[in-house]
């Protein structure tokens, strides 16, 4: 039985993914109608603490974005780089992972990547260089931030084990940094 439910999920996934866009949610959604109604399994209830925070993470960095502060940090960023930019490939990521780290969303990622693709052009570097330990960076830092969907659900699942925020965050932030550092290091010896 559990190999017919998983091929529901796989199949849907598949069909999702050839159309596309929107289709995807829509085919997820087909594959747990299936789930339930085809298999009789019980749906659980929806993370509403989670989605709530999800929610103020997006409002947070669309008020962000169009009250002009991420045109702000983004000028400040692209200073930085100008200033040293034959580091590129080690700041670039850091400043991808503290933006990231601030806003509890990767999507800040985005307004990054054509300064650090022109910084690093202008140098003579590869920009894939900087450009790739960047967007790691980023995906590192979601966990890292004490706002992020994934923290909060993090917390929730260990809460139960005594684990804490500061617990969480005294492993994560470290350890992303650390990694961010020797990745940075790859990439700048390739």
């Known amino acids: 039985m559990f190999a017919a439910e998983f091929l529901v999920v796989i199949l849907a996934m598949i069909i999702g993914a050839r ?5 995807f949610g829509m085919a997820g959604g087909m594959g747990l109608a299936v ?35 991420m045109d702000v940090l983004v000028r400040v960023a692209e200073r930085m780089l100008k200033r040293d930019p034959k580091h590129i490939v080690f700041f670039a990521p850091l400043i991808a992972w503290l933006f990231t780290f601030m806003a509890g969303t990767g999507n ?12 690093s052009r202008e140098t003579g570097i590869r920009p894939e260089r900087p450009i790739s330990i960047s967007v790691i960076a980023s995906q590192h830092a979601v966990p890292s931030s004490p706002i992020s969907a994934a ?10 084990l005594g684990v804490t925020y500061f617990d969480i965050l005294v492993i994560i932030v470290p350890a992303t940094l650390i990694g961010l550092f020797i990745g940075a290091l790859s990439v700048y010896k390739k």
């Open 151 to 160: 923290t909060v659900a993090m917390v929730a699942f260990l809460a139960p």
């Open 108 to 119: 800040v990622l985005y307004n990054l990547l054509p300064v650090i693709s022109e910084v």
């Open 35 to 69: 789930l339930v109604y085809g298999f009789g399994l019980a749906p659980s209830n929806p993370p509403i603490n989670v989605m709530l925070i999800m929610t103020a993470v997006v409002l947070a960095a669309a008020t962000l974005q169009t009250a002009g502060g």
């Open 19 to 23: 159309w596309g866009g929107i289709f």
